[in-house]
């Protein structure tokens, strides 16, 4: 078994769609970014590409490549997914804070967590994400930005499942 940690942030703009976990949040702001911004899905991925030594996203989907202007970022995750399968390992469970002044999360976070388990080939209950203020302090407080922490478990593809 082997552990990564990730980490994402980016800044909120008015006219950007906000996609958070792969879901479509509506709000009047979103993220600003080559991709989709998603920073969620950023975070899961490095946490994924260090638990294996694989480097980061920017080594593997480069931010001044053209292919990745506007990516669906999950989908970027479902090629990750496969350089863990290449490895020898698969996902075990995934833990993602986010950091958020506005919106409520809360309600998203059911689907935030379906849509990311079918991409990374794990059990909702082996995705868990939570999210908290940063109680009106510093550059996220203000809502300048949204922030992303992860951590991931990658076992090897050959140890079995535990039943649910
Ligand atoms: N963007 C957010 C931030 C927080 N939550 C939920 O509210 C709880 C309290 O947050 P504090 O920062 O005041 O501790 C937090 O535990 C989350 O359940 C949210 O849904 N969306
Ligand atoms: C996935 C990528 C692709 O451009 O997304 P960006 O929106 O540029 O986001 P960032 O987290 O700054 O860098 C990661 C990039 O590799």
């Not at 075990?92 to 506005?102: C, F």
């Amino acid at each position: 078994m082997r552990i990564g940690l990730g980490y994402d942030v980016h800044r909120i703009a008015e006219g950007r769609p906000l996609v958070l976990g792969g879901v479509r949040i509506d709000a009047p702001f979103g993220l600003v970014g080559h991709s989709d911004a998603d920073v969620v899905a950023h975070a899961i991925m490095d946490a994924l590409l260090g638990s294996l030594g694989l480097g980061d996203i920017g080594q593997h989907f480069p931010p001044d490549d053209p292919r990745f202007e506007g990516a669906d970022s999950l989908s970027l995750m479902g090629e990750v997914v496969r350089m863990v399968g290449r490895e020898g390992y698969r996902v075990g469970n995934v833990d993602v804070m986010v950091i958020a002044e506005r919106p409520k999360l809360l309600p998203h976070v059911p689907e935030m967590r379906k849509r990311l388990a079918e991409v990374l080939q794990v059990r909702e209950r082996d995705v868990s994400i939570k999210a908290t203020t940063n109680e009106k302090m510093g550059f996220i407080g203000r809502g300048e930005g949204i922030a992303a922490q992860a951590v991931a478990l990658v076992v090897p593809s050959d140890e079995g499942r535990r039943m649910p």
